[in-house]
């Protein structure tokens, strides 16, 4: 039912799955979840089109995080996004966490609609499928953050989701897989 789910989804396919962890390994983990804006190696992008911090400098990161992109990374969940997305070819992770990794949107950030870059900048691989799993606890709707889900002209929002914990949002990453959440955090 979930691969049915994934596919026929518009505007393009994706998935949202709650309570996909267990609340203790995710508490773990969320426990252990850095402030990006105060370590020296995070990416911090404050321009007209997303204000955010990044790291995906696996080598840094605290243990229970290593021990989640390992197991993100591991073929058990590489096999189940390859059911749910119906994808032909073999997923191969990055474990070099391009465009991926640790992001974290303080009060005021915001991630203008966009499409991610479809092939990777050092192996030329494409890029077929985005994960973004929420450890955002005690989150309020009023706090805004949903992604937003656009149609293939960017003319119009056709869904969002409120991003809150142990929220799991999957979506084939296309030319035309357009998504962000525009307004800033509040």
Known sequence: SLKNQYSLAEPFPHIEIDNFFSIDYLDAVLKDFPDLSKLKDS???K???EIKFANNDYINFP?????????LNSNTFLNFLQTITS???KLISDEKLNGGG???IKSGGLLKVHTDFSKHPTNNFDRRVNVLIYL????KEEYG???EFWDSK???EVNKILPIFNRVVIFSAKDYSHHGHPEPLS
Do not use: P, R, V
């Open 43 to 45: 990416q911090n992008y």
């Open 136 to 139: 955002n606890s005690d989150w």
């Open 63 to 71: 243990e229970n995080i290593k021990k989640f992109f390992d197991f």
């Open 154 to 156: 960017m003319k119009m």
């Open 102 to 104: 640790l992001h974290e």
């Open 87 to 89: 994808i032909k070819e």
């Open 145 to 147: 953050g949903h992604i």
């Open 47 to 49: 321009n007209q089109n």
